[in-house]
């Protein structure tokens, strides 16, 4: 029990020193955050809300001002399932991608942010 409370409280110290210290957007012209934003349609990130990978993998998201879809993997049963049956193991953070009719699962925050930086760096 004292653990769990523990864990709790770190996490929700990491949420909140991740909003008092978050970084800039990134900043581009309005048709290249449209081309970004298009892009981004296909991206979904399952997450757990303070997990320390997941916040990391958040933080650079916004860095580059791209707009992903946030899945909610611990308190969303939908979305824990989906993980799972799909994704083939509940670990987060993972990025599901979904292009050119194929849908990838990627997952560790160094590959996603990794893979983020690759295809939406300026």
Not at 62 to 81: G, I, S
Request: net charge positive; glycine share 4%; aromatic share 6%.
């Amino acid at each position: 029990m004292i653990v769990k409370a523990l864990r709790v409280g770190l996490g929700q110290l990491i949420v909140l020193l991740d909003l008092i210290t978050r970084p800039r957007k990134q900043k581009r012209s309005p048709a290249d955050q449209a081309k970004v934003e298009q892009a981004a349609k296909g991206l979904a990130l399952y997450q757990f809300h303070a997990c320390p990978f997941c916040v990391k993998t958040r933080r650079n998201l916004h860095r580059l001002n791209v707009p992903v879809a946030l899945r909610d993997a611990k308190n969303n049963p939908q979305d824990r399932q989906t993980l799972l049956e799909q994704g083939g193991k509940i670990k987060v953070p993972c990025l599901r991608i979904e292009e050119n009719g194929q849908t990838t699962w990627m997952y560790e925050s160094k590959v996603i942010i990794d893979y983020l930086n690759k295809r939406f760096a300026a």
